[in-house]
């Protein structure tokens, strides 16, 4: 009686097991509503990172589904006439490729494809289509009716049915179980299928919802299906459902962390389709419930994507929410923040980028990416491959966006007709190199682009072996497999068209024939193996060390033998600080992964580059390694932290020399020195000790008297860190010690000579920009950048520095700037929140003036602002600078500096 008066979301959960070459295959499909069984709206494919240019566009009428992918056909359901057909469309074009008659002129419906099964679910009947050789042949159908859309989990249907949550075989078109309870789209994940109901329940229980996990074993060959319930409470509105409710449940997969649950391994979120009430009869829209919410309702109502274990999606407000780590959540974008033009809607995700209805957010770096105001579409964008969206416009028709991508066949040839000749490795080892050159990687990277066409050939003909004995699931393993050892994306997507819609053998010879290909298979990738070890000891026999070792460690991938894949001791470098260790080839193996991309060496004690005291700290326990720009000492031992340094700081000068380049004929610099420690207190008294205390709110400095960058390796919980990554940190430091080491000015900059906001500003501005050349950007002028989104933001709030006192101010002026004040903001094109104090407005506003400069202000601009950086430098500068940048004043200069930033924001 008592459960009776209480809403009761439940979860319905039920064990499956499917292989794991064929979860990884549907991965790159967008084959079902909301993407995959787990109704996540992700796809495993890349993303599109700049903006797209339409590749097609169908007008296939009125249609009457949404579209989903399998391989490279689209299929969509389109009312012509008075029938409403299924159609096949190609994904590379757009043009038909077939069509079956699926009803009358009213039908509407879902459709659902895995590999050649295609189903096309309607409220009262499910059809279930073959594809093969580009037919759709029907083999049979079932009245089952299904209100809500299904799910798809390899040849097996779950769908919504009077009686709760129906689960059909497709292959024999069976229903094999009918579980009471339940209502909406059903989800999966690795292990279960979940569906959520409130049983027709409603009411009241004090501020608490609950919601009931059942898990179900799935045997489909005999047995029962069974249930157990777990529970969670989750706080909130007190809430009734203003309809008859159905809920969307889908899974997090990627933590299981702060799970609530009893039975459940997972963590699942939960939206209803339909309007709460609350107490006080106040309506609330759907909303997402889930066991790691702080106890409130999700204000999310559109579709959200999952990211680091957490949901962002838009609420109703039209703000972008974020779930923040003890489950609650908060805006990420206000709704009169958000870059204009954005339109609010359902998200979808391809790796670690989010595509709402007109725009791209990378995740990782919190970045929009792309945005295009005119775009009209309806729901969301569809991931269709790599680097293509697929989107339903406003009249009906399909539209394929992205970047034009060459044809397997085409790729295959071009990349033969381009692939090195040893001949040429040889004689690019062994002969005479700029010195900009890192000719171990280029050897390496050559070496590597031999092996991978020799792989892909070999790959080919295996695969060719099992699709002609129809050992489909053999066929997808060797994919996921492909896609794992880097073969290239349009090779993988030509591989997988020729096996998506084949149909698995049921032969009684089968398991025969598999087992001697898998033989055969076997020995093959032995040899190749080999072919790896033979490339590696060619390299070694030209000290090329490091590609040496990770040639020799890549052949692990097909031959899994450890010990033939760890470079023998004689590969080691003397200079390895570890050589003698017992482990020490695999620690070597390690580093070498990390050293060579930067063409980084480790250096010995008496290197002539090192000149550090005899007896220092940095004398015990710390590695020194070189490029061919930097002197690295480091007390840090992770390859990876300190690999990417290297990497990062080899890129940052590689941008310093574009656009400060070096006097014709002047030799070459010295390598800059760099430190790194391993914590905040060493950092400080390094500092102190050498008469050059660094700030104390920092991460990184530059010591001009040591010629010197310190840096250290943040710790969780360090109050010294700001959002700044440590390679952001390093670029700008290292902008500094380039301008004073590399140019040949005159040094006479005083602490009290004015103008010292180009120093800061342009390493601002280079470490602003240099990060963003990772979007495949091929300048320095991404004006969405954080520095200048900042001072837009400022604007508004009336919060930057006048021009003129700025422009005149010295360093000793900069130092003396308070911190205890400051202004909240929220950038547009960044999620993020940001307390401004006056040094932090100081940082940016100088950025986004050198941008200004460098970038709006034509080339008077541009030139005025590297003479008026020399001039500082050198110590003489004129005040009233404003006619050096092609201004009559500093009035005229701020005036127009503002109108760029308001035009901009």
């Not at 038909?96 to 189903?119: C, F, I, S, Y």
């Not at 009262?124 to 859309?149: C, M, N, Q, T």
């Not at 034509?858 to 500068?877: A, C, N, S, V, W």
């Amino acid at each position: 009686m008592f459960l009776s008066a209480i809403l009761l979301p439940t979860l319905f959960i039920l064990s499956v097991t499917l292989p794991a070459q064929e979860r990884d295959v549907a991965a790159h499909f967008w084959n079902q509503d909301r993407g995959s069984a787990s109704a996540d709206g992700a796809v495993d494919v890349e993303p599109v990172r700049a903006a797209p240019n339409e590749l097609w566009r169908s007008d296939l009428g009125e249609l009457r589904s949404a579209p989903v992918v399998w391989g490279d056909r689209v299929f969509v359901l389109a009312r012509s006439g008075r029938q409403v057909n299924l159609l096949v469309l190609s994904a590379e074009d757009g043009a038909q490729v077939t069509k079956a008659r699926v009803g009358g002129p009213d039908m509407r419906g879902e459709v659902a494809v895995w590999q050649h099964l295609v189903a096309v679910v309607f409220e009262d009947e499910l059809l279930r289509y073959h594809l093969k050789d580009d037919r759709l042949i029907r083999r049979k159908k079932v009245a089952l009716g299904s209100p809500s859309p299904p799910c798809i989990d390899g040849p097996v249907l779950y769908l919504d049915t009077a009686r709760g949550l129906g689960v059909v075989d497709l292959e024999a078109m069976e229903i094999i179980a009918d579980v009471p309870g339940g209502s909406g789209r059903p989800a999966c994940s690795d292990s279960w299928v979940a569906q959520a109901d409130c049983g027709g329940r409603a009411g009241f229980l004090g501020s608490y919802l609950q919601l009931h996990f059942s898990p179900k074993a799935r045997q489909r060959e005999g047995g029962e299906w069974s249930a157990v319930y777990c529970e969670a409470l989750f706080g909130g509105y007190l809430v009734a459902p203003t309809e008859p409710q159905s809920f969307l449940a889908f899974p997090l997969l990627d933590t299981a962390s702060g799970s609530n649950t009893v039975y459940s391994p997972e963590v699942w979120y939960v939206r209803g389709t339909m309007a709460l009430k609350t107490a006080k009869e106040e309506s609330l829209p759907a909303q997402f419930l889930g066991n790691r919410t702080s106890n409130w309702l999700s204000p999310i109502q559109f579709d959200p994507v999952i990211h680091d274990g957490r949901l962002i999606g838009f609420n109703g407000a039209g703000e972008l929410m974020e779930q923040i780590p003890n489950g609650g959540y908060r805006p990420a974008n206000d709704e009169d923040n958000l870059p204009e033009g954005i339109r609010v809607g359902p998200l979808s995700r391809a790796g670690d980028v989010a595509y709402g209805p007109n725009f791209a957010l990378d995740l990782a770096a919190r970045r929009f990416l792309w945005i295009l105001p005119e775009l009209e579409n309806t729901g969301p964008m569809i991931p269709l491959a790599d680097r293509r969206l697929l989107v339903v416009a406003q009249d009906g028709s399909l539209v394929a966006m992205g970047v034009p991508a060459k044809g397997p066949v085409a790729v295959a040839v071009e990349a033969a007709a381009h692939l090195p000749s040893l001949e040429d490795l040889r004689a690019l080892a062994t002969g005479d190199s700029q010195p900009t050159e890192n000719v171990e990687n280029r050897v390496y990277l050559g070496w590597r682009a031999i092996l991978a066409e020799e792989y892909a050939v070999l790959l080919r003909e295996i695969l060719e072996s099992y699709r002609g004995s129809s050992l489909v699931d053999e066929c997808l393993r060797l994919l996921a497999e492909a896609e794992e050892r880097g073969v290239d994306a349009e090779r993988l997507a030509a591989w997988r068209s020729l096996v998506s819609n084949r149909i698995q053998t049921r032969a009684s010879n089968a398991e025969g024939r598999r087992a001697k290909l898998k033989e055969a298979e076997k020995e093959r990738l032995l040899e190749f193996a080999v072919r790896h070890r033979e490339a590696a000891s060619w390299c070694a026999e030209l000290g090329l060390r490091s590609a040496a070792t990770l040639l020799r460690a890549e052949g692990l991938a097909f031959d899994p033998d450890l010990g033939a894949a760890l470079p023998p001791r004689e590969w080691i470098p003397a200079a390895f600080p570890d050589r003698e260790a017992e482990n020490a080839p695999l620690r070597w193996r390690r580093w070498a992964e990390e050293l060579l991309p930067a063409g980084a060496v480790f250096l010995t004690a008496d290197h002539p580059a090192l000149g550090r005291p005899r007896g220092s700290a940095w004398e015990q326990g710390a590695y020194a390694l070189g490029t061919r720009n930097l002197l690295l000492l480091t007390r840090d031992q992770d390859p990876e932290r300190i690999g990417a340094c290297l990497r990062n700081g080899e890129g940052a000068v590689q941008v310093l020399e574009e656009l400060f380049p070096p006097a014709a004929g002047a030799p070459e610099g010295r390598p800059m020195e760099v430190r790194i420690h391993t914590d905040r207190s060493t950092y400080l008294s390094e500092g102190a000790a050498n008469g050059g205390p660094p700030p104390t709110w920092s991460v990184g400095y530059y010591s001009s008297r040591e010629r010197t960058s310190r840096f250290y390796v943040p710790q969780e919980g360090d109050p010294a860190v700001d959002a700044r990554e440590l390679h952001k940190v390093l670029a700008h430091e290292l902008t500094h010690q380039y301008l004073e080491e590399r140019k040949d000015w005159h040094q006479g900059a005083r602490m009290d000579t004015p103008g010292y906001w180009v120093v800061e500003g342009i390493a601002r501005f280079l470490e602003d920009q240099a990060v963003e050349l990772g979007r495949g950007r091929s300048g320095l002028d991404d004006a969405t950048v954080l520095s200048v989104d900042t001072c837009a933001r400022l604007l508004e709030r009336d919060g930057l520095i006048p021009l003129a006192p700025m422009l005149r101010a010295s360093q000793l002026n900069f130092l003396g700037l308070r911190d205890d004040v400051a202004i909240e903001i929220t950038p547009r094109f960044t999620l993020c929140r940001r307390w401004m104090d006056l040094r932090g407005i100081y940082y940016d506003q100088a950025g986004a003036l050198c941008f200004f400069l460098l970038n709006r202000c034509g080339e008077t601009g541009r030139q005025g602002l590297l003479t008026y950086l020399q001039g500082f430098y050198e110590g003489r500068i004129d005040e009233e600078s404003g006619r050096l940048f092609g201004f009559d004043s500093v009035a005229d200069l701020e005036q127009a500096f503002l109108a760029f930033l308001s035009e901009v924001g």
